[in-house]
């Protein structure tokens, strides 16, 4: 499959943004779909994921402030990000592997995904 992110873009702490990723390709129900994201320097670090059925999972850091839904009429994955902070500056990846499970075991390792989208900037300042 082909994934495009989109919505990223520079604010203040406390706003939000809402990233997008369009999934093209064949059985986008048979996906899960992460977010991860790289910041400079650092390695690349999960965010959120998405079962086939919805189920979702975050990270620790963003539980709370980050909402990640799928759409299927769309073939999309939004990202719904609250209470942004400047730790939350980065890259944001999105990324799909076939699971015929709900979620794979490892939903939150980079190297289990096996398509990724180009990033999108977000930077927050203080």
């Known amino acids: 499959v082909q994934l495009q992110a989109s919505g990223g873009g520079s604010v203040k702490a406390g706003d939000s943004l809402r990233l997008s990723c369009a999934v093209s390709?064949?059985?986008?129900?048979?996906?899960?779909i992460g977010w991860f994201r790289q910041a400079p320097g650092k390695e690349r670090e999960f965010v959120a994921a998405i079962g086939r059925s919805g189920s979702t999972y975050y990270a620790g850091s963003v539980q709370g402030r980050f909402t990640i839904s799928r759409d299927g009429a769309k073939n999309t994955v939004a990202l719904q990000m609250n209470s942004l902070k400047p730790e939350d500056t980065a890259v944001y990846y999105c990324?799909?592997?076939?699971?015929?499970?709900?979620?794979?075991?490892?939903?939150?390792?980079?190297?289990?995904?096996?398509?990724w989208g180009r990033g999108t900037q977000v930077t927050v300042s203080s």
């Open positions: 390709g064949r059985s986008f129900s048979t996906y899960v």
């Open positions: 990324a799909a592997v076939f699971s015929l499970l709900d979620i794979h075991r490892d939903y939150d390792i980079p190297t289990t995904y096996n398509d």
